[in-house]
């Protein structure tokens, strides 16, 4: 019973169990009974003593080992199993049961010699994945011979040292599956098994012991709401493990070991041969309760079954030697109740009446068998204790080695002389065989000399039309041949038709592209004539603002002056207005220009576009045409090979029929002579056939020949067309950015329109107030004039009047100043903001460009950072994974490597037993200095 943990601390859960003794502990009032009950303070080490120590000597006499944990998440399984690994004081059962084996090795007899092999898997989602090769992810649980079940292809490693299987449970643990719960986010949901095989062979005795021990890390027990936060991970083994703990604890005759991998592979632990121990680790937490109390019933349940153990041993030659002549002592005596007993029951069934002195004794011969099988199952040799045996003086073993002797002898010599018998037989049935060959030779000669001259006569008539077909057929081949070869000529004269219409259109596109290039040099020239235009009108309207700023309105000044500047003024509109129609007109003729040129590039396209359909068609016509060909060429020769061989047997069933002829006339030396004529037909017609196929043969490179070069032309033609294809795309884009310069051209001809429109409105309000400004002073000379008058008239009388008339003189005199230097600012205003205006804009479209020429910048500067970072990323991987097929591969090779674990030498301090059992101090370490494969260790014999 664990402690409560940090997050029922900080729920502020209750601490519900109460402890009666080592053996009881009290949930909600209801005692549970156990054999051993820890509390929440206990120790590892208290732990370890009291439930896994005795299983190492057990695992080491040779009987099988089961360690398991049981409880929900966060309960303490993995805290108890394996702890903290490399800890001497927190360390959990895994890594204390590890040394001590190996100190517990060291204090043995040292005729032992040890090898022992470590595998570590998990079991998630019911699949087994090897925790030593991360590529063996769904290995299959099969049986061996003696019905165990194992994992099949499983890593396993041979170890010499404690360090060695750490060093392995380590390894396992990083590749380890880990999925996060609510409850525990450290929770494994997996299953972890951790196998030890231990086997150990005594030199001098020569007897094998083998054990196994299963350390078990379970996934958590609880129900799927409380704790697991995605649904597709399964449950845990519980409900298999219960379901088999159940069939066994209630006697069942069917237990499901089959309903999980899990189960199949602890068939031995539940209920077999094994000693299994089962640790239930549970919640004290008021909030667990439930979980806490179905935890203990699993427990009080899996404590009613009982496992069958037995010592896992492999018998010497000579053991099974005494087994047999035990067992066929067993089978004489057996043997021998069963004749009396048949002999009895006829007696009886013959009407007999058997005494019973002669009667068959039951108890006398039950109490024979009886001790014939104390002795073979509780005999033991006085060498090895635990093995069955017979114990015999050395007479009997000596009588028996005589007899074993004579018996081998005699089978020896019925193996001779059953094979001298059958050499014999087989040379008999040989001469039988040669002479009933020679017999049936004679007559099967005969009959296939009948049968195969009735069977040429029939094929020479048969090959006499097949001949006349043949030639038929080749006489068709030939006129196919002829008129494919026609169609061949005209498909070249259409290609080269083809050919000039290309060349053709090529020079119709040059053609355009030098129209293209004399467009673009009339809108360059267009260009620079608008701009000289435009930089002509802006000098004359700088020099129209200063010539109206300059001109100062003055009292002596007549309208003489005003009415010339004004003049100049409508002149230099009036020819602002010419240039404006010209520029408009101009504009006119450059879209229809541009619309006649759009209109030229359309019909070039479709051309294009027919062009490109005619030679497709003729491709298309090509290729199936070249097919044909390659069909003719493959049947023609077929034919020739048949007429070849068609020919090859006329000449040998006339030369066959020929000899039959001479044979008759039983004249030997004429028929050889005829025979040596047939050969030299034979070969004349196979020099006339060569030369003939000699010469189609030339004939069909020649046509070959003009096939590649009708081939080359017309990839020559595809290549042209391509760059036809890329030089029109080029005038396409071309056309394109002459489009958006005219677009920008006349969105830059509207801007000035609108500039001179607010000229003009400006102009127009400036000769408004220059009126004003006009008919202001002329009535201000004339109120003057007048005043003046006065003033010199009633001089003498009102000097006080004429006072407040000057200042008032001299004050709209002021004014008349500071409006006059007004209007001289806001016309030098006006023109040099017409000045900035176009540097502004050019400004303007400079900055737009730049910001879109970084955007483009950093979009690729930003692609090449990922795209340098995933090759990176790429690099490293691949290092990473060659580095650990590298280290797998050396694990790999090191643990094909058996190592041989001899007792005698000095123990590993542990926490287990942290003083060494036995100090020798004259033994030294024969092992190796470095890391790699430990040596065996011999102790040195004292002498």
């Keep these: 019973m664990g402690p409560l943990n940090s997050s029922e601390v900080t729920r502020g859960d209750k601490y519900i169990a109460k402890f009666q003794g080592e053996d009881n502990v009290v949930l909600s009032g209801k005692p549970y009974m156990f054999d051993r009950v820890f509390q929440s303070n206990t120790t590892q ?56 084996i190996f100190n517990y090795i060291y204090s043995m007899d040292e005729n032992l010699e040890f090898h022992i092999k470590v595998s570590y898997f998990e079991i998630y989602l019911d699949k087994i994945r090897d925790l030593l ?16 079940p194992y994992v099949k292809g499983c890593t396993e490693r041979f170890v010499s040292s404690p360090e060695e299987v750490m060093d392995t449970i380590d390894e396992g643990k990083s590749n380890r599956h880990v999925a996060v719960t609510n409850m525990n986010e450290h929770s494994s949901r997996s299953h972890s098994i951790f196998l030890i095989n231990v086997k150990q062979e005594n030199t001098q005795t020569e007897q094998k012991l083998s054990g196994k021990l299963f350390l078990v890390d379970l996934a958590g027990s609880e129900k799927r709401g409380r704790s697991w936060t995605r649904p597709r991970t399964s449950t845990s083994l519980c409900p298999p493990s219960e379901n088999v703990i159940s069939a066994l604890a209630e006697g069942s005759t069917y237990v499901p070991y089959r309903d999980s991998k899990m189960t199949r592979i602890l068939q031995d632990s539940l209920g077999g041969n094994c000693r299994t121990t089962i640790v239930i680790c549970c919640s004290p937490s008021s ?14 349940r899996a404590k009613t079954i009982k496992n069958t153990v037995c010592v896992n041993m492999e018998l010497t030659a000579e053991q099974w030697k005494k087994k047999y002549e035990r067992e066929k002592e067993r089978n004489k005596t057996l043997r021998n109740t069963a004749t009396w007993l048949e002999n009895e029951l006829n007696r009886w069934r013959n009407g007999e009446s058997v005494p019973v ?51 081998y002898k005699q089978l020896d010599d019925k193996d001779d002389e059953i094979n001298q018998q059958s050499q014999l037989a087989e040379k008999l049935k040989e001469q039988m065989l040669d002479q009933e060959e020679l017999l049936t030779s004679s007559r099967r000669d005969h009959n296939i000399l009948q049968t195969e001259l009735n069977r040429l006569q029939a094929e020479n008539e048969a090959s006499k039309e097949e001949v006349k077909e043949v030639l038929q057929a080749l006489e068709e081949l030939a006129v196919n041949y002829d008129q494919k070869s026609q169609e061949v000529e005209d498909k070249t004269q259409d290609f080269e038709s083809l050919s000039e219409e290309l060349n053709q259109k090529s020079t119709v596109l040059a053609s355009i592209d030098s129209e293209l290039q004399k467009l673009k040099e009339m809108t360059n020239h267009q260009k620079k004539r608008v701009t000289e235009m435009m930089s002509s009108l802006l ?30 003024a409508r002149l230099y509109i009036s020819k602002m207005k010419s240039e404006v129609k010209t520029m408009v007109k101009r504009c006119k003729l450059l879209e229809g220009s541009q619309s006649e040129g759009n209109k030229k590039m359309d019909e070039n396209e479709k051309e294009l576009a027919a062009c490109q359909l005619r030679i497709s068609q003729h491709e298309a016509k090509i290729k199936s045409l070249t097919e044909y060909l390659h069909n003719v060429e493959q049947k023609k020769r077929l034919l020739e090979e048949n007429v070849d061989s068609l020919n090859e047997e006329l000449v040998k069933i006339s030369a066959q029929e020929k000899v039959q002829a001479m044979e008759k006339e039983s004249e030997i030396q004429t028929a050889n002579e005829v025979k040596e004529a047939v050969e030299k037909q034979i070969q004349g017609h196979r020099e006339v056939h060569q030369k003939q196929i000699g010469n189609l043969r030339d004939e069909l490179e020649t046509k070959e020949k003009l096939i590649t070069e009708l081939q080359d032309l017309q990839q020559k033609t595809m290549l042209e067309q391509e760059t036809l294809r890329l030089e029109h795309e080029k005038l396409k884009s071309t056309d394109q950015e002459k489009s958006r310069k005219l677009h920008e051209l006349t969105v830059m001809q509207d801007r000035r329109e609108q500039a001179r429109q607010d000229l003009k409105g400006l102009e127009e309000t400036v000769a408004k107030e220059l009126q004003t400004l006009h008919n202001l002073r002329k009535l201000f000379v004339q109120d003057l004039a007048t005043r003046v008058k006065k003033s010199a008239e009633m001089d003498s009388d009102d000097t006080g009047g004429s006072a407040a008339q000057k200042q008032k003189i001299n004050f709209l005199e002021n004014n008349l100043e500071q409006l006059t230097k007004v209007h001289k600012q806001l016309v030098r205003d006006n023109a040099d903001l017409r000045c900035e205006l176009p540097k502004l804009e050019k400004r303007l479209r400079a900055t737009a ?13 930003k692609e ?80």
């Design 539 to 568: 000098k004359d309207l700088t020099e129209i603002g200063i010539a109206v700023g300059s001109n100062d309105i003055k009292q002596h000044e007549g309208s003489g002056l005003i009415d010339e500047e004004f003049t100049v």
């Design 849 to 861: 460009e730049r910001v879109k020429a970084l955007e483009s910048a950093l979009k690729e500067a």
């Design 133 to 148: 090769d991360v590529s063996k992810v769904n290995l299959s649980v099969h049986e061996d011979k003696n019905r165990v």
């Design 864 to 943: 090449n950072g990922v795209r340098d970072r995933k090759r990176y990323q790429q690099e490293v991987d691949r290092i990473k994974e060659a580095v650990r097929a590298k280290n797998m591969a050396r694990r790999n090779n090191s643990a094909q490597i058996a190592k041989p674990i001899r007792p005698g030498q000095p123990p590993v301090a542990s926490p287990t037993h942290p003083q060494p059992r036995r100090i020798l101090s004259e033994q030294p370490d024969r092992g190796p200095s470095g890391g790699g494969v430990a040596a065996p260790k011999r102790r040195r014999s004292e002498c």
């Design 45 to 100: 080490e208290q732990v370890y003593n009291a439930c896994a120590q005795r299983i190492v000597k057990d695992v080491l006499e040779g009987y099988n080992g089961t360690i398991f944990a049981y409880g929900q998440t966060s309960s303490g399984k993995t805290h108890t199993m394996e702890g903290n690994l490399h800890d001497t004081d927190s360390m959990g059962i895994i890594p204390r049961i590890v040394q001590d």
């Design 357 to 407: 002195e002669e009667q068959f004794d039951k108890e006398k011969a039950n109490a024979e068998v009886q001790a014939l099988d104390n002795v073979v199952n509780n005999e033991k040799p006085a060498s090895t204790p635990g093995v069955p045996g017979v114990r015999l003086t050395d007479a009997e073993k000596e009588k028996c080695e005589a007899e074993l002797a004579k018996l």
């Design 287 to 300: 909030y667990n309760e439930s979980e806490t109390k179905t935890t203990l019933l699993f427990g009080q």
